[in-house]
């Protein structure tokens, strides 16, 4: 997930994994396994880390608020490391595998991962 750049203060490796376990536990196990397997290094477990059968439903400022918990960082950098894995997703996942994903998440996750058309 390179590419983003974070303020110096912030640890851009700990809000990405933040990121990604966040994402986990809003998408089904499955589908959750399925991006992982697209993913390099340690960014596939964090993926799966908080990943359940039952996807935890929560709203698009849920999941930053979570994040914002998870890294200790602001609402801003949050927002900021969500879009930055949205991309890095977007760019190695294949597009019928991200839709897939996509489909499980309301509308608002579009905007908010930097995926909308």
């Known amino acids: ?9 912030v640890d851009a ?3 990405i ?11 089904s196990r ?5 991006l992982s397997q697209y993913l390099e ?4 477990q964090w993926l799966l880390d908080q990943a359940s059968t039952d996807a935890a ?5 849920a999941f930053v608020d979570r994040v914002v918990r998870r890294a200790d960082v602001s609402g801003e950098t949050a927002r900021k490391a969500i879009r930055t894995v949205g ?19 309301p509308a608002e996750f579009d905007s908010l991962l930097g995926l909308e058309e």
């Open 1 to 9: 997930m390179e590419g983003a750049e974070f303020e110096p203060t």
């Open 13 to 15: 490796e700990a809000t």
């Open 17 to 27: 994994r933040s990121t990604l376990e966040t994402l986990g536990e809003r998408l």
């Open 30 to 34: 499955g589908e959750a396994e399925d």
């Open 41 to 44: 290094g340690e960014a596939q």
């Open 57 to 61: 439903d929560f709203s698009a400022d």
């Open 87 to 105: 991309a890095a997703l977007s760019d190695v996942v294949p597009p019928e595998e991200m839709e897939r994903a996509l489909d499980q998440l």
